[in-house]
């Protein structure tokens, strides 16, 4: 059984910085696409990075200010968030079991943590 746990989130001010982990059991692929994706009140979620082995990729909005990255037997995937804003704030989501890389779309994942949520206040 495949599950995922997030940790990490919590309430920061703008500019702030946070670091999510997410803890992966049960899935044994040593070749996994990982993602991070996120959803705000009122909105639909959206992919923010994707990592595959050495590869990154980020969406636009969080390019040069978040750093996705992962353990070297792929049991954890983290996010590093740096220059955080206020429309940073959602729930954040890790996922993995991705069909394709790059990709942010959450119909290309099958497996997906419970969320944390990330609070950014100005």
Sequence with gaps: QVQ?????????????????????????SNRAIMGWFRQAPGKEREGIACIFGQNTYYRDSVKGRFTISQNKTNTTVYIEMNSLKPEDTAMYYCAVGGRRYPSLREDDYRYWGQGTQVTVSS
Excluded: N
């Design 4 to 28: 995922l746990m997030e940790s990490g989130g919590g309430s920061v001010q703008a500019g702030g910085s946070l670091r999510l982990s997410c803890a992966v059991s049960g899935y044994t």
